[in-house]
C-alpha cells in the first residue's frame, strides 16, 4: 500500500517491519513468531545497507540469536520446525528463482494463446509449484512429527494447498481486530463478524480432512541414529541447491576470460538423483524399523505418576500389554497425558488387556482419550462395575460399545493371561457377593500377577471390611505390592505388609497427610521391605514415575525423577 501511494522503498521495509514487530508482541512473541520477526529485521538490515541477504544465511543469523538468547529453544519442537520448514520454503525457492528464463519462441506462442488458456496455465504451474513446496516441507519434517508425536499424516500436502489461499484473510482480519479494539463497537463488530468467519471457515476445513478415514496414522519413534543421519542428508541438499543458485547467479552476472562460465545440468540433476535415492531409500529403511516387531530380553512394570490416580503399564517380554486403570481425580486430560507418555515411550500401540479396578472416576476417566489414540483389544471389569448407577459408568458403557471394544467380567479364580511369561490371577471380587459392601472401593479387583519370577500384588481401592476379609482368607507373598487406596491408612500398611511380605511397596499418589504413619507402618509390617516409594510426593526426590524391570530371576527398580532416572533397588 506505501508503494502505491510512492513511499520510498527503504521507508516501506522500515514501516514493515515496525508493524510485524508489533503484531509479534501482540501474539505473545512465541520462538517461532519471533523467529520470523528477526528475519524480517536481518532482512531489512539488508534492504537499508544496500547488501542483498541471501535468505538461508539470514535464517542462521537469527538461529545464532535465538541460541544465544534462549539455548533451551533448540529442544523445543515448535522452534525446530519453523526453522525446517522455512529453510526448505528458501532453498527451494532461490532454486526455482534462478531457473533458466524461458526461451523467446515459448514466450512469443505464449502471448499468441487465448486469456484463458494463458490463466489456465499460470494457475497449473501455480498448482504444481504449490504440490512442489507443500510436499518437500511434509517430507522434511515427518521424522520429526513422527517422533514428537508419534504420528504419520500423509493428508498434510493436500491439507497445505487448501488452507494456504485462507491463511492471509484469516491473520489480515485478526490484525484488524486487534489494532481497531479502541474504536465504538459499531466499527468494530463487522470487523468482528468477519475474523470470526474466517477462523471458522479455517477450523472447518482442518476438521473436515481430520475426519477422512487414514488420515493421521499412529506410528512408533524413530531411532536417533536415523533421524540424525536423514537431516545431516538433507541439510547437504538444501545448502547444495543453495550454493547451485549462487552459480547460477554468477553464470548470468559474470564473465571470466571473456566465456560465460556455463552450468553443468547433467552433473547436477545426477546429484538431486543421487539425493533423491538415498533419502528414499533411508526413508523405506525407517519404514522397515517401524514395522519389525521387537523384542525384549525383559518385562516391564510402569506406575505412571498420575497424581490421585491410578494407571499401571505392564509390558511381557512377548510384547503384550496389560494396563490396570487409568484415571485422576478431576483432571483426565492430564492423566491421558501421563499414561500416553508412559505407553508410546515403551512403543505400545495395541492396549491387549485395559484392566479398571472399580467404578470411581479416578481410575477411569482417562479411558475415553485412550479409546480415541489406542488400539484396545479387550476391557475387563467386575459385575459390580457394570451394575453401577454411576452416570460416567453408563457414558463409558456407551462408548465402549461405540467402539466395538468387548468387555470381560472378572471375580475370584479367573485367569488373565499376559504371554508365556506373565499371568495374572484374580483374587477379589468374591464370586459370592457379601451384602456387607457397601462402596466402590471394597469391590476392586485385586490381582496376583507372575511377572517372570517375581509376582506383585494390584490392589486397586480395596479397604475396610473387605480388605480384613481378604487377609482372612490369605493373600500369597510378592515382591511388589501396589498400596491399596493411594497409601491411605484405611488400606492397612502394617497389616498388609506383613501379610505379603514384599521387598518393594509403590503407592500410587502422595499417601495424604497420613503419610508419615502409613510409611511407618509399612516398615513395621515387616522388616524385609527394602523400599517405599510414591509418585507424588513434597520433594522432588520423592516423586515421579517407577520402572520395574524383571528378567532372569532379577529386579531393577528406577524412578523418574527432575534430573532423569534415578537407581532404587
Not at 220 to 240: G, R
Not at 355 to 378: C, K, M, R
Not at 473 to 498: F, N, V, W, Y
Request: a positive charge; one cysteine or more.
Amino acid at each position: 500500500m506505501f508503494r502505491f501511494f510512492g513511499c520510498p522503498f527503504r521507508t516501506n521495509w522500515l514501516i514493515v517491519a515496525c508493524v510485524i514487530t508489533i503484531y509479534a508482541g501482540l501474539t505473545g512473541a512465541a520462538l517461532p513468531v519471533l523467529r520470523a520477526t528477526l528475519l524480517l529485521w536481518v532482512a531489512c538490515t539488508g534492504v537499508w545497507m544496500k547488501r542483498r541477504v541471501a535468505g538461508i544465511h539470514a535464517l542462521a543469523v537469527v538461529g545464532a540469536l535465538l541460541l544465544v538468547w534462549n539455548p533451551v529453544s533448540v529442544v523445543s519442537i515448535g522452534t525446530q520446525l519453523s526453522f525446517l520448514a522455512t529453510a526448505v520454503l528458501i532453498s527451494l525457492g532461490a532454486w526455482f528463482r534462478d531457473q533458466p528464463t524461458r526461451e523467446p519462441i515459448e514466450r512469443l506462442i505464449e502471448k499468441n494463446r487465448g486469456v484463458l488458456t494463458n490463466a489456465a496455465s499460470r494457475l497449473s504451474r501455480s498448482l504444481c509449484w504449490g504440490i512442489l513446496l507443500s510436499a518437500s516441507v511434509w517430507i522434511a519434517s515427518v521424522p520429526l512429527v513422527a517422533s514428537e508425536f508419534h504420528r504419520f499424516v500423509p493428508v498434510a500436502v493436500g491439507t497445505n494447498l487448501l488452507i494456504a489461499p485462507l491463511l492471509p484473510f484469516v491473520m489480515a482480519a485478526g490484525f484488524a481486530c486487534l489494532i481497531t479494539i479502541g474504536l465504538p463497537v459499531e466499527l468494530c463488530a463487522p470487523l468482528g463478524v468477519v475474523a470470526g468467519f474466517m477462523f471458522d471457515t479455517l477450523t472447518w476445513v482442518v476438521a473436515g480432512v481430520a475426519s477422512v478415514p487414514a488420515s493421521t496414522l499412529r506410528v512408533h519413534a524413530l531411532p536417533t541414529w536415523w533421524i540424525v543421519i536423514w537431516y545431516l542428508t538433507l541439510s547437504l541438499l538444501l545448502l547444495h541447491l543453495c550454493d547451485h543458485s549462487k552459480m547460477m547467479k554468477e553464470s548470468r552476472g559474470r564473465c571470466f576470460g571473456g566465456v560465460y562460465r556455463e552450468i553443468d545440468w547433467s552433473s547436477f540433476r545426477q546429484k538431486m538423483y543421487t539425493f533423491g535415492v538415498f533419502l528414499f531409500g533411508f526413508g523405506v529403511l525407517g519404514v522397515g524399523l517401524q514395522l519389525m516387531p521387537q523384542t525384549l530380553k525383559e518385562s516391564r512394570v510402569t506406575i505412571a505418576a498420575m497424581g490421585h490416580g491410578c494407571g499401571i503399564v505392564l509390558k511381557s517380554r512377548e510384547g503384550h500389554c496389560l494396563v490396570y486403570d487409568a484415571g485422576r481425580l478431576g483432571a483426565s486430560g492430564t492423566a491421558l497425558r501421563s499414561l500416553k507418555a508412559t505407553l508410546l515411550r515403551q512403543r505400545i500401540h495395541t492396549i491387549d488387556h485395559l484392566i479398571l479396578s472399580h467404578a470411581d472416576t479416578d481410575h477411569f476417566n482417562a479411558v475415553p482419550g485412550l479409546l480415541d489414540e489406542f488400539y484396545v483389544d479387550q476391557v475387563i471389569v467386575s459385575p459390580q462395575f457394570l451394575a453401577s448407577s454411576s452416570r460416567s459408568v453408563t457414558e463409558l458403557q456407551t462408548l465402549l460399545v461405540k467402539h466395538g471394544v468387548p468387555v470381560r467380567t472378572v471375580l475370584r479364580g479367573d485367569v488373565i493371561s499376559i504371554g508365556k511369561s506373565c499371568i495374572a490371577r484374580v483374587l477379589h471380587p468374591q464370586r459370592t457377593p457379601n451384602m456387607g459392601v457397601r462402596s466402590d472401593n471394597e469391590n476392586s479387583i485385586v490381582l496376583d500377577v507372575a511377572v517372570e519370577s517375581k509376582r506383585m500384588l494390584l490392589t486397586g481401592d480395596i479397604e475396610g471390611d473387605a480388605l480384613r476379609a481378604l487377609l482372612r482368607s490369605g493373600l500369597p507373598q510378592a515382591d511388589i505390592l501396589i498400596a491399596p487406596h493411594h497409601g491411605s491408612k484405611t488400606g492397612l500398611p502394617r497389616e498388609i505388609t506383613s501379610e505379603v511380605r514384599p521387598c518393594l511397596v509403590v503407592v500410587s499418589g502422595s499417601g495424604g497427610r497420613d503419610w508419615p504413619f502409613v510409611c511407618q507402618n509399612f516398615h513395621q509390617g515387616w522388616t524385609g521391605l527394602r523400599a517405599v516409594l510414591r509418585t507424588e510426593g513434597e520433594q522432588s526426590a520423592d516423586r515421579g514415575a517407577v520402572s520395574i524391570t524383571m528378567s532372569d530371576g532379577t529386579m531393577a527398580v528406577r524412578q523418574f525423577t527432575p534430573t532423569g532416572w534415578r537407581r532404587v533397588l
